[in-house]
C-alpha cells in the first residue's frame, strides 16, 4: 500500500508564495507521473500540475507562469512552488501518484488559504 505524505500548506496573502512537498512510500512499483490536484469547495478535484518520469512537466492553464513542479522519482518525492497566489487559488491541495503498473494514489489533502 502507498502511502503520501503532505506537507507545507497554511494561510497567505494574496501575491504571496507557498511550497508543497509529497513523499510517497511503500510503493514497489516504479512512479509514471506524480503531481498535485486542487479541489475547492463544491468544486470537482481538478490537476494544478503533474510531472512525468521523463521529466516533462504538465500544468493546468490558470496555473501556468505561477506554478512550478518539481519532482525525484527516485526519492518518490513531488514539490510544489506556488507564487502569485491568488484567492481562486483556495483548496484543498492533493498529492497524487500513478504507477506504471496502473495504480492511482492519493494523499490525504493540506488545505492552502489565500486571503488578506
Known amino acids: 500500500q502507498v502511502q503520501l505524505v503532505e506537507s507545507g500548506g497554511g494561510l497567505v496573502q494574496p501575491g504571496g508564495s507557498l511550497s508543497l512537498s509529497c513523499a510517497a512510500s511503500?510503493?514497489?512499483?516504479?512512479?509514471?507521473?506524480m503531481g498535485w490536484y486542487r479541489q475547492g469547495p463544491g468544486d470537482k478535484r481538478d490537476l494544478v500540475a503533474e510531472?512525468?518520469?521523463?521529466?516533462?512537466?504538465n500544468y493546468a492553464d490558470s496555473v501556468k507562469d505561477r506554478f512550478t513542479i518539481s519532482a525525484d522519482f527516485s526519492k518518490q518525492t513531488v514539490f510544489l512552488q506556488m507564487n502569485s497566489l491568488k484567492p481562486e487559488d483556495t483548496a484543498l491541495y492533493f498529492c497524487?501518484?500513478?504507477?506504471?503498473?496502473?495504480?492511482?494514489?492519493w494523499g490525504k489533502g493540506t488545505l492552502v488559504t489565500v486571503s488578506s
Open positions: 497524487n501518484v500513478y504507477t506504471r503498473d496502473g495504480m492511482n494514489y
Open positions: 511503500g510503493s514497489d512499483s516504479r512512479l509514471f507521473t
Open positions: 510531472m512525468f518520469s521523463t521529466g516533462s512537466p
